[in-house]
């Protein structure tokens, strides 16, 4: 269980970011990050009663000091980091002069200023060992946003932009960084009670989503994804 490589995937909820942990747990040891303490716990208990590794690192990763803290603990009890998944976010709806300032910095900083720092916190060790994985979820909000995504369009552009400058600096040092666009809703209660008009068919299911983030992690260095594009069949683009 010691020499397994690390995984983090920040942002566990009850959709993707618990697919990708319980994807990345098959054979990674997997630091579980978000602010919610006791779910995180209830997941970890599950990939360890399945055989894997997995600590519940509860952070709110728009605070600095938080996230220095839970890298901390996780380099304490897993080791280095190996696959950083950046999966936090922010989803607030409003126009310009419906959105607060305060809900502006806020999504920022969870959706863009806690990816920089999480990068920050493992780059370092990436570069000793020249090799890494880093993945951010992007939106559809990143490419073409709603009027009504004042706070998260823009997040998900400077995301999106942090990504790119990464892996044209990071790229060629051996650590692969890329921005996955979840190009429509992912089918979790939160969305099917949002929008009960919504078929499975209509959405992306998590555990799809995660099996193509695996493949990223795992390409080959001589044809890496930086962007990839992810909808259902039959979403309109």
Known sequence: MASR????????GPGLGAALARRFATDFAVALVAREGAKLDALAGEIEAGGGRATAVPADVSRAEEIGAAFARIRAELGDVD?????????????????????????????????FLASQEVVP??????????????????TRPFATSAAFGPAKFALRGLAQVMARDLGPQGIHVAYVNVDGAIDTPFIRKLAPNLTPDDMLEPTAIADAYWHVVHQP??????????RPFKEKF
């Open 5 to 12: 490589k690390v995984a983090t995937v920040i942002g566990v």
């Open 125 to 142: 060790a990436m570069l000793a060992k020249g090799r890494g994985a880093i993945v951010f979820t992007g939106a559809t909000a990143g």
């Open 83 to 115: 696959v950083l998944l950046y999966n936090a976010a922010m989803r607030p709806f409003g126009r310009l002069l419906e959105t607060k300032p305060s809900t502006f910095e806020n999504t920022w900083r969870v959706s863009t200023f806690g990816a």
């Open 221 to 230: 260095r001589s044809a890496w994804t930086q962007e990839l594009d992810l």
